[in-house]
């Protein structure tokens, strides 16, 4: 059964290795010491179980399962317990919260021994990005590289089926989502979901147009121009005062 | 809990209570009294009304004027003469309305200046009644209020203290510093030995220095060792670190425990936003009557977020640079190509 261990500490990753050499069917396939590394090695070796630390360089352990299509199944290792209820949200086989001992270590892996032998359906993971303190920026594939972007940069999104458009200076990247989860996510930061198929950044809001009998148009500095629905005015006006 | 509001609410209707109850009280009165001077119906009406709605007036006045201004020192003196005060003008008024009405009945003129002594005591009664309930009420009131400000600053200073203590434990570096003690036991124990010493160390500086101490460069460099020791067996060879200074600065004064939460902060950004090594330098110099201190972490100018102000882990240093100094320029940050540079001054008090 392969296994990688993923955490940016390497004493860490250690002790890890050290409490599973107990499974002789379990078998490292890689350490990575960052999400990128991660998600790569991931793909590569296609893992039945990782160990995931959450606080890491670059992309936290949450926005890394986001980029992954099938992820495997997650054991979270990490020294901060306001994770934890996240961690089950994503529906985690255990979560370890450093330091553990070999006895709690064995549990989890014995719940997953458990588990593993029913079919898992991994959830769509709908809060992940939200960890605290991440929820200022956006992580995408782009082709085969990673684009983190800051909200702030962001000028507009609109539906795409299954995806949602996120258009910003640098171009458009579509992400796997709904619309609703952004509307909520991006609620805090002067975001407003002003249509079905729009929710749009308030700060480059340059003016508000009347379009048709319901409906209104919104200018943003950047020249783009975004319909705007009754109800979507409605909130529009609640945000911007008017 | 009453709001202000309701609580005023509540002495409004009091009031009115009150109010009633006194009209009555001295309709019944002056009906009486006027009775014996054989007046007309109409008379006693007109004349119970007039005196009544004066006193009215009165109490409102009463009333609105110690909502602002609430007697603190002879406030018995006070009640007294505003009441002898004000029954006195409502008198006045009453008897020149009255006078102007019945000036052509000899009569009614007469009763009035016969009951005049009757008449200015009920007013002052009714009045002097009033005054008293309200000192009492806004004086309760403002107690309340006093005792609810106190018991809020109470809850602040705590949350505040338990903030501090919080911080000062430092639970995420703790418990991943005792993660890595708990992988070295097994393979290298003296290692392990080891960083549990330096864990100790660290952390009885932690707990000996209060941040209203002040300590030399010297110290301060020492127990930031400590700190950059662990934080070097936690994150291996990514984490380098450089302290640069010369003799003449080591014996400068600066805050305790100041710049170790600098270098945190510094460690966090460098660490968390790039995947490389990196190199956390810390350059002590001397300014004229200032030490100077440059922390300088390396950063990724693609992915960073625009940094507004100073980012959290600062923001507590400026809050306490403020506090000391009462300057908000001793803590300044820039950036240049690829590292994120912080520059605090700290003034040498002889």
Redesign the interface.
């Known amino acids: 059964m392969k296994v990688i261990i993923i955490d940016?500490?390497?004493?860490?990753r250690?002790?890890v290795k050290?409490y599973l050499q107990l499974y002789k069917e379990i078998d490292i396939v890689a350490e990575c010491?960052?999400g990128?590394?991660g998600m790569k090695a991931i793909v590569q070796h296609e893992p039945a179980l990782i160990f995931l630390d959450v606080?890491?360089?670059?992309i936290n352990g949450f926005e890394m399962l986001e980029l992954i299509e099938n992820p495997p199944a997650v054991i979270f290792t990490t020294?901060?317990d306001e994770f934890a209820i996240k961690a089950f949200e994503l529906n985690a086989t255990d979560y370890l919260?450093?330091?553990?001992s070999k006895e709690r270590f064995n549990k989890a892996v014995q719940k997953y021994l458990n588990t593993s032998s029913i079919p898992a359906s991994q959830p769509v993971i709908e809060t992940a990005a939200q960890s605290p303190g991440q929820q200022?920026?956006i992580v995408v594939k782009d082709g085969s590289k990673i684009k983190?972007i800051?909200v702030?940069q962001i000028h507009y999104l609109e539906a795409a089926d299954d995806y949602v458009k996120i258009v910003t200076a640098e171009g458009q990247f579509l992400k796997k989502r709904t619309m609703s989860f952004f509307e909520q996510s991006l609620g805090v930061h002067q975001f407003v979901r002003i249509h079905r198929s729009y929710i749009v950044n308030t700060q480059l809001i340059t003016r508000i147009e009347v379009y048709e009998k319901d409906s209104h148009l919104v200018l943003l500095n950047t020249g783009a121009k975004l319909q705007v629905s009754k109800s979507g005015y409605s909130k529009l006006k609640d945000i911007l005062e008017i | 809990m009453n709001t202000p509001f309701t609580a005023r609410k509540n002495l409004v209707i009091a009031g009115i209570v009150y109010w009633a109850i006194i009209s009555i009280v001295y309709s019944i009165i002056l009906t009486g009294t006027l009775k014996n001077f054989s007046l007309t119906t109409a008379q006693v009406i007109i004349d119970t009304i007039i005196s009544n709605i004066l006193v009215t007036a009165s109490c409102v006045l009463i009333l609105n004027n110690m909502r602002y201004y609430l007697p603190r020192q002879e406030k018995y003196w006070y009640v007294l003469t505003v009441s002898l005060g004000l029954s006195g003008i409502c008198f006045l008024i009453a008897k020149g309305v009255l006078w102007i009405i019945f000036n052509d009945d000899p009569h009614y003129l007469q009763s009035f200046s016969q009951s005049t002594g009757i008449r200015y005591g009920i007013s002052f009664l009714l009045i002097g009644c009033f005054s008293m309930m309200s000192l009492l009420w806004y004086t309760q009131e403002e107690q309340k209020t006093m005792s609810e400000r106190k018991a809020d600053a109470e809850r602040l200073a705590k949350d505040a203290e338990l903030f501090k203590l919080r911080q000062q434990l430092q639970?995420?570096f703790l418990?991943?510093s005792?993660?890595?003690?708990?992988?070295?036991t097994?393979?290298q124990p003296e290692k392990a030995r080891h960083m549990i010493q330096q864990l100790s160390d660290f952390l009885r500086g932690t707990l000996k220095k209060d941040d209203q101490q002040w300590s030399t460069l010297e110290e301060e460099i020492q127990y930031l060792r400590l700190y950059l020791d662990i934080e070097k067996?936690?994150?291996?060879h990514?984490l380098q670190t450089e302290i640069i200074y010369t003799d003449e600065v080591l014996l400068l004064k600066l805050p305790s425990l100041l710049l170790q939460p600098v270098v945190e902060n510094a460690i966090k950004f460098g660490?968390?936003?790039?995947?490389g090594e990196i190199l956390i330098k810390l350059e002590a110099t001397k300014e004229n009557n200032y030490l100077k201190i440059m922390v300088q972490n390396p950063f990724?100018p693609e992915?960073s977020?625009?940094l507004k102000g100073t980012g959290f882990g600062l923001s507590s240093i400026q809050r306490r640079l403020f506090l000391l100094f009462a300057r908000q320029d001793l803590l300044k940050t820039h950036k240049n190509q690829a590292n994120f540079i912080t520059v605090i001054l700290i003034p040498q008090i002889k």
């Open positions: 940016d500490e390497p004493l860490a250690s002790i050290e010491g960052d990128f590394e606080q890491m360089p670059k020294a901060f919260l450093k330091p553990f200022n920026r983190i800051p702030n | 639970p995420h418990f991943n005792l993660n890595s003690i708990s992988a070295l097994g393979t067996v936690r994150f291996g990514r660490l968390y936003d790039t995947t990724d992915t977020q625009p």
